[in-house]
């Protein structure tokens, strides 16, 4: 479990034993002690971090994030052309999230904005995100982590400068979201809408 987890995970669960053992008297104590440690199960389960296998291919761009592949579309970026994808998070997915290359992170901008749920295109515009400019030795990769309806804070542990490698832990996203990837056009981009794909191992797209 990552460290943000425990700050959500620990007061249910200690509350919870305590309804347990005050529901020795009183009965419907060991149904809120029961509720709470089910919710304090949950949080610990969401904030989970499983190692994972990152690819050797040095030509792979992978996924930053676990999560259902919802658009594949040109789009461009800054006045160049490319391509997104977008990755929606469930809140059952694993929300930390991963350098989808190893390379050096130029610029972390935090954007405010809205909560639209995070399955709405206008989220990727909209809503309140960290956009990650990521110079790697092939080009240059922009992702997002975007805040969704219920994921209402982003949280980036790198800075601009950091050198990252490829699968390493920048962050993560709470309770439901989405993560856009942009890709200039020299990247081949192997995933297709529907696809489920999980961050650090499953590759997204490869240099051409």
């Not at 399955?119 to 080009?139: C, D, F, P, W």
């Not at 993560?179 to 499953?202: F, N, R, Y």
Request: proline share 5%; charged share 20%.
């Amino acid at each position: 479990m990552v460290r943000d987890g425990y700050k959500f995970a620990a007061p249910p669960l200690l509350l919870g034993l305590a309804a347990l053992g005050f529901g020795f008297r009183w009965t419907p104590a060991l149904w809120i002690g029961a509720v709470l440690l089910f919710l304090g199960a949950f949080v610990a389960y969401f904030f989970r971090d499983p190692e994972r296998i990152i690819p050797l291919d040095a030509a792979a761009i992978v996924s930053p994030a676990d999560g259902r592949v919802m658009v594949v579309m040109e789009e461009s970026f800054g006045g160049r052309p490319g391509q997104r994808i977008s990755i929606f998070l469930a809140i059952w997915n694993v929300h930390v999230n991963r350098a989808p290359m190893a390379g050096r992170i130029e610029q972390i901008e935090y954007r405010p904005g809205k909560f639209y749920a995070a399955m709405r295109s206008r989220a990727s515009a909209e809503n309140e995100q960290n956009v990650i400019r990521l110079s790697t030795e092939r080009g240059e990769v922009v992702f997002k982590q975007i805040a969704g309806w219920v994921a209402r804070r982003v949280v980036c542990w790198k800075k601009s400068g950091d050198q990252v490698a490829t699968g390493e832990r920048i962050g993560l996203i709470r309770f439901g979201s989405r993560m856009d990837v942009w890709l200039p056009l020299g990247a081949e981009i192997i995933v297709k809408p529907g696809e489920h794909v999980a961050g650090g191992s499953s590759i997204l797209a490869r240099w051409r």
